[in-house]
């Protein structure tokens, strides 16, 4: 009977997949990674808690809103040249009337709600938002121009422009004053044209299945600032939300940073809890070295980018209920493919320095400088707000160490051409394959060793040798 041995390559597989399992379980089982991802949520709770405690502390939601008092009249006006696109005249008449019925019952003390038409698409949820008391009352203006003068001279706090060619391109623009655009999203007015728009389109009964889908992009309208007759220009009149503007690519850019950071720091924490404990003696009687690492990056991997997933899901619900969330699938991708490309990356190289240092507080100290040449970007990151077009954008996004955190940026504040990020792309799957190959080098010889590290040159001799 003769007989036939496993293929090499099954067995290395299996290797590598317990090792695997057991970094992973071993690490969401400690007590610092449960109280962390139980925290989190906690903390990310009260953190959105705090400022609606703060605002009703200060007075109320007029801070948030821009209203200076709750009885103020917000007024909204309307072009709409689309035959109608947005309302007919006797709906906002009886928007209208409907808003000063809701103002006399609350300066009579008044809470039962008194309806104009039960047929009607009123109701009163439409009365002020946030602010139950507040007013808003919508004029009809012939064009855009009488419109921006209202704007400017303050008879009307905003204006929404529906163009004659609003049937073929749903744009909608909203001209504002100096009220910021993230205020604008909660403003009582916001609620009130809204609603209006879209139930006025709903209603009309030969209109389109596919044409109700414009009901939608009414919430995707462009700001144009127009400012305010007798203060300083703005030095932009036309930008999206300030809100996505700043903080998507900060956000996404943390996000995926965190992954890398985060599992590299377990890999590097647990090859030097390890080292100290001696156990890796007994380890790599079963399991060779480039096993042994490959297995601790996979699993250690899987529980950082379970641990920053949460945070994602708990830091993208707020971005998508404020209409934030822009970003399309193919950007996503990217941002993850160079997340996993600079977590392989850092891996590789934060194993072999793990394995040169005696101890973890020594590996620490000697990653700091791939943890800072990581983190430059976000020390640069106002060179990205200008759509990442910048020259140390474009050359932070295509040096492969600090590639992975630059090209999220860039991805994060707008589309990048495709050449560089197929360079980029390219340049860190190249660079995380010689991190990992000479990395692995250095890791199997450097794992055993105890006393002073070794210097430069000696690590060089090791990448030479193979």
């Not at 103002?103 to 139950?132: C, I, M, Y």
């Not at 704007?151 to 909608?172: C, H, K, L, M, N």
């Not at 970007?377 to 295509?398: M, N, R, T």
Request: some cysteine; charged content about 15%; proline content about 5%.
């Amino acid at each position: 009977m003769q007989f036939n041995p496993e293929p090499q390559t099954d067995t290395q597989q299996r290797r590598v997949l317990v090792v695997a399992r057991h970094e992973f379980w071993s690490t969401v089982s400690r007590v610092g990674y449960i109280v962390t991802l139980i925290g989190m949520p906690i903390g990310l709770v009260l953190l959105t808690a705090l400022p609606a405690l703060s605002l009703a502390l200060s007075g109320g939601p007029q801070s948030l809103t821009g209203l200076k008092d709750p009885d103020e009249i917000t007024v909204i006006g309307l072009v709409d040249q689309a035959s109608p696109a947005a309302a007919s005249p006797k709906s906002i008449e009886w928007h209208n009337q409907d808003q000063q019925r809701a103002a006399d019952e609350h300066s009579r003390g008044s809470k039962a709600p008194v309806k104009l038409d039960p047929t009607s698409w009123l109701d009163n949820r439409d009365r002020g938002g946030f602010q139950p008391a507040a007013r808003v009352e919508i004029r009809l203006y012939p064009n855009e121009a009488a419109a921006t003068q209202a704007v400017r001279t303050g008879e009307a706090d905003a204006a929404w422009i529906f163009a004659s060619d609003y049937w073929q391109d749903p744009a909608v623009a909203i001209l504002i004053g100096r009220l910021s655009h993230t205020k604008w999203r909660v403003h009582p007015g916001h609620r009130a044209i809204t609603r209006l728009v879209r139930t006025s389109i709903a209603n009309r009964t030969a209109l389109e299945q596919s044409h109700q889908q414009r009901l939608v992009k009414v919430l995707e309208a462009e700001y144009q600032v127009v400012g305010i007759e007798g203060e300083p220009e703005a030095e932009e009149n036309k930008s999206q939300d300030s809100f996505t503007a700043l903080l998507m690519p900060l956000a996404f850019g943390s996000f995926f940073a965190l992954i890398i950071f985060v599992s590299s720091g377990y890999l590097l924490d647990s090859i030097g809890e390890e080292k100290e404990t001696r156990i890796l003696e007994i380890l790599l009687a079963s399991v060779t070295p480039e096993d042994l690492l490959l297995g601790k990056m996979l699993g250690l991997g899987a529980a950082g980018l379970l641990q920053t997933l949460l945070m994602a899901l708990l830091g993208l619900g707020p971005l998508i209920i404020l209409g934030s969330l822009t970003l399309g699938l193919g950007q996503l991708l990217s941002m993850f493919l160079c997340a996993a490309l600079g977590y392989a990356m850092y891996a590789s190289l934060m194993g072999a320095t793990g394995a040169i240092a005696s101890n973890r507080i020594e590996g620490r100290q000697t990653s700091a400088a791939w943890s800072i040449t990581a983190s430059l970007p976000f020390f640069l990151f106002p060179v990205f707000i200008a759509e990442g077009k910048q020259l140390a954008a474009v050359v932070l996004s295509l040096f492969p160490l600090t590639a992975p955190v630059a090209m999220i940026l860039r991805l994060g504040v707008g589309t990048v051409p495709a050449w560089q990020l197929t360079f980029s792309l390219a340049a860190m799957t190249a660079t995380a394959w010689l991190a990992w190959r000479f990395g692995s080098r250095v890791f199997r010889i450097a794992i055993l060793m105890t006393g002073a590290r070794p210097q430069l040159r000696t690590i060089w001799a090791w990448i030479r040798s193979g």
